[in-house]
């Protein structure tokens, strides 16, 4: 597909227009004080650009001027660059200068593969996507949220066909039980009001992306969320080209405008998901069972079977249940099992080898 057809918010902004600064197209863009912070005096010149779509040997941003496709550096690869990132390009010849730290950054690993695949980048919230039926699985929203904790972004649990039930509240409780603050809204995703819904992570500069199991309204919500008159983001999204083998394959992330003025990364391979690389993502999930092991009477308790040992004392007191501490001890275990560990000599990795 050409670049020309990738959607942006309509129409791109002509560089310097009065109503339509550059910087203010960058700042709808999610650009802000924490990226230009970055520039070091002689890269004012760059133009700034943002990552719409990481093909294995191009890249397509979105600039002021509109989308562009990057030229490499001779010898660079894709490799390494997320649908989100910010990068500094070339202005005439949008040669690829360098990319930007970033904010945030969903990656995850897949089983056997020993290098994290880079899902999103600077994305603000991720909306995790569950439906007031028997998708509803605590232990799968746990999993969603440690990677959502790790990579830095905002969860949201987003309940889904809330319209095919009388009532919703009991899921909204058992959502909400899952980590301290958790926001947790309910919708029909193919009413119009679910835009609506989801308006305060949606606006201008603000990116989000979605989780969640097949079948829950993911593209259905995507669609809402383009709102009407938009081409349907999985028809405009998926990039096609040719695999080594001259293969059409279908590249699934791209960065989509919302309707409200905010971005969307959609990432139709996200669904089931094995936990790695996220201590602390599952440390900020289970805060309160953190938050009382210095109160065990052993340092390493391992909050099993040791006397004095508060955590057991909070599940004997009713204020900790006992499926979320086994729910807890499994993905901390799973964690474990799927991190590799770093060498010594730095020279490569080794799965299934961290000490429990
Ligand atoms: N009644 C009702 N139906 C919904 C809602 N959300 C989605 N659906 C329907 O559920 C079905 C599945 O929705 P999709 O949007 O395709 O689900 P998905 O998460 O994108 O699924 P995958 O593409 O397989 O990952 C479709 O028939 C939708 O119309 C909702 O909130 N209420
Ligand atoms: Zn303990």
Redesign the pocket.
């Known amino acids: 597909m050409p670049e020309s057809d990738l959607p942006t918010h309509p129409p791109v902004l002509p560089t310097g227009s009065a109503d339509g600064a550059p910087s203010d197209f960058l700042a709808g863009l999610g650009w802000s004080e924490f990226f230009a912070e970055q520039l070091t005096p002689d890269e004012t010149g760059f133009v700034r650009a943002r990552i719409s779509a990481v093909h294995r040997t191009r890249l397509t941003a979105v600039t002021p001027t509109g989308q562009v496709r990057l030229a490499l550096p001779p010898h660079a690869s894709t490799a390494g660059f997320a649908v989100g990132d910010w990068v500094l390009a070339d202005p005439q010849t949008h040669v690829l200068h360098r990319r930007l730290e970033r904010r945030t950054l969903i990656s995850r690993r897949l089983e056997g593969s020993r290098v994290p695949q880079l899902t999103g980048a600077n994305v603000d919230t991720l909306f995790i996507?569950t439906?007031c039926n028997a998708d509803f699985n605590p232990a799968r929203l746990e999993r969603y949220l440690a990677l959502a904790n790790e990579a830095g972004t905002e969860p949201v649990i987003v309940l889904?066909?809330?319209?095919?039930v009388e009532d919703a509240a009991d899921f909204v409780r058992q959502a909400a039980a899952l980590q301290r603050g958790l926001a947790v809204v309910t919708?029909?995703?193919?009413?119009p009001d679910?835009a609506e819904t989801l308006a305060p992570w949606c606006g201008p500069g603000q990116t989000v992306a979605l989780i969640?199991?097949?079948?829950?309204?993911?593209?259905?919500?995507?669609n809402t969320l383009a709102g009407p008159g938009q081409e349907r983001p999985q028809e405009t999204g998926a990039i096609r080209e040719h695999d080594a083998k001259g293969r059409h394959t279908t590249t699934s992330r791209s960065l989509h405008a919302i309707a409200a003025g905010g971005w969307v990364i959609d990432s139709?391979g996200m669904?089931t998901l094995h936990v790695s690389d996220s201590e602390g993502g599952i440390d900020t999930l289970f805060a309160e069972i953190i938050e009382l092991a210095p109160n065990c009477r052993f340092r390493d308790c391992t909050h099993q079977h040791e006397p004095g040992c508060a955590v057991l004392a909070a599940v004997e007191a009713g204020t900790l249940d006992p499926e979320r501490l086994a729910r807890w001890r499994k993905l901390r275990d799973e964690n474990r099992d799927n991190t590799p560990v770093v060498s010594h000599r730095g020279a490569g990795t080794t799965g299934r080898s961290r000490k429990r």
Do not use: E, I
Request: positive net charge.
């Open positions: 996507v439906s889904t066909k809330a319209d095919t919708l029909n995703a193919r009413s679910a969640g199991s097949s079948g829950v309204g993911k593209s259905t919500l995507l139709p669904r």
